[in-house]
């Protein structure tokens, strides 16, 4: 048995002095698997971790108040009464601008005392760009105004001339036909 067991060792060695036989590939051949590997590579499908759920917690969430906002000192904040209209300068005679809705709020950058009718407050708006004033009376101010900058006015705006009007088509005057009654003899 032992003679078996060599040989057969020794046939699978290729002790026996016969060149390998090896198998032939066309160029064709080689880029067809090539392409093929490409194609199944850009195919596969990554495996993705797919996220657990978390457990759900033991410890409760407590549910806390929003503090309001607060005035910090030198920046005093408005609030709006009411629907107010703001406008390009302190007084009516300036066009409106934009609005601050009952409950919104502003941050005040200045003011101006110097109307008939009060204060008027100077209210940052970074979103549109440009400030724009709000009369005291439609507001109510948090925090301290006695840092506020009192502010001059802007040149007042020159009436805008609309279409003049002109007078429309005008029929003539005509007679007013009356019955005439012959005389009585």
Do not use: H
């Not at 300068?89 to 009952?102: C, N, Q, S, T």
């Not at 003011?111 to 507001?139: F, H, K």
């Amino acid at each position: 048995m032992p003679v078996v067991l060599a040989a057969s060792l020794m046939a699978g060695c290729n002790f026996s002095g016969a060149p390998d036989a090896t198998a032939t590939i066309s160029p064709d051949q080689v880029l067809l698997t090539a392409q093929a590997i490409a194609a199944a590579t850009l195919q596969a499908v990554t495996p993705s971790a797919t996220p657990s759920p978390l457990p759900p917690s033991e410890t409760p969430i407590l549910e806390t108040a929003t503090p309001a906002p607060t005035a910090t000192p030198g920046s005093p904040i408005l609030t709006a009464i009411y629907n107010a209209n703001i406008r390009f300068g302190p007084g009516e005679e300036y066009p409106v601008i934009d609005f601050l809705l009952a409950g919104q709020t502003a941050d005040v950058v200045g003011r101006n005392d110097d109307t008939p009718i009060g204060t008027w407050w100077l209210i940052e708006r970074p979103q549109l760009g440009t400030d724009g004033w709000i009369w005291s009376g439609a507001v109510e101010v948090s925090g301290s105004t006695g840092g506020v900058p009192l502010v001059e006015k802007p040149p007042t705006p020159e009436p805008t001339k609309g279409p003049s009007k002109t007078p429309g088509p005008t029929s003539a005057p005509s007679a007013t036909p009356t019955a005439t009654v012959p005389p009585t003899p």
